[in-house]
């Protein structure tokens, strides 16, 4: 098991959540289909960089949403930018394509898509490209620390 999946299920312990493989979960449609659900209830794990701080910032999105960069910014109280593999690594714990929305190795300050919270239950990443969990999205937007924020378009 890797080190990131590993991670995400001790994040897990005391949840009533599923952690599933899948064939192919690289973009919320790819896991939508493999899982059966709607592809907003995948919860996707969208990281910029803050411009001026170099920090990575987390949003935390449903599916079929797009990260509007205007709002995001005024949200984040900076320009964002591209956040690029060697920041995501080091700020989360996860490579590109299995970032979770919990477990990271740093602190991350996070922003959760309301759109989520129409779910009983919601689909991420569990660390690898290839495995991913459900829970509550109240129970990801707390564990995750995210605030519930308007950034999509």
Known sequence: MS??????RV???NETAEVRETGEARTAALAAAELDCDVDQIAKS???????SGKALLFITAGGNKV????????AGEALGKADA???RAQ???AIGGV???AHINPIKAFFDPRLSDFSLVWAAAGTPRHVFSLSPERIQQISGAQVSDFTS
């Open 3 to 8: 080190k990131s999946l590993k991670r995400v």
């Open 11 to 13: 994040a897990l312990e």
């Open 46 to 52: 969208i990281i910029f960089r803050g411009e001026t």
């Open 68 to 75: 509007d960069p205007a709002k995001a910014s005024s949200l």
């Open 86 to 88: 060697a920041l995501v």
């Open 92 to 94: 989360t714990g996860f």
């Open 100 to 102: 979770a929305p919990i």
